[in-house]
């Protein structure tokens, strides 16, 4: 168990007071060691993914204009890309890591596996047709090859949605530690609760569209930010 309450806090920009409130209300995975609580780094990921409870919200106030790691910044690197043929989760992952960018100096099908890995121990469709794939652990160690890749597949592919929806569009994620991971998880989910954002995805909107709507987004996150201080 390699994270302790501090690191929560650090990680999820929450008080003690809510990280503990979340512990009596069962809301978080946790484990009481030697009359200490401590957390699994993957179980929190895989909590980020399934959980909406403040988490979105809490999270989106680390949003600043400029900053490197600012989602529409990470989308215009990684890329956004349509019509991704596969009949399945390895063929569509295979196809869309084929056609975004990725860093030079990691092979594509070392990404690829990665990939496949996180998705055979848990699936990352969040529901509404969207999945997040991503590394299980963090193969980026240079804050410069950070991405996020939108891949608006050819024809939805089971991805094992809790909801039992079809995916038709992924959002791949490499990030380089897990405070930028967590901050981008949940900007990518907060998104996807909406409707508008979620038909332009459907509708493979063009490039421009897509990421003139985070970046309004975006500002909008930062304009909260900046009165709440």
Known sequence: MELKIKDIV??????????????KDKKIPCYRINHQYRFN????????????????SSLLNLSSSGRQDDLSQLIEKGGIVSNIPGENV???????????????NIPK?????ALLSREEMMP??????????????PIITDLKNASVSICC?????????????????LFILLTATPKMHLEVLSKISYLC??????????EHAQKEIILDYVRKRELE??????LNK
């Open 10 to 23: 650090d990680l999820l920009q929450v008080s003690e007071k809510t990280v503990y409130r979340w512990i």
């Open 41 to 56: 780094r993957t179980e929190i990921n895989e909590w980020i993914l399934s959980s909406k409870i403040e988490l979105s």
């Open 90 to 104: 390895r063929e569509a992952l295979r196809n869309a890591i084929q056609r975004i960018n990725t860093p030079q």
């Open 109 to 113: 099908e070392e990404i690829l596996s």
């Open 124 to 137: 990352t469709a969040i529901g509404k047709g969207i999945a997040i794939p991503h590394p299980r652990n």
């Open 153 to 169: 597949l050819e024809k939805p592919v089971d991805f094992g949605s809790l909801d039992n929806l079809p995916v038709h569009t």
């Open 193 to 202: 609760q909406d409707d508008s954002f979620l038909n332009l995805l459907k």
């Open 221 to 226: 996150w930062h304009k909260k930010e900046t």
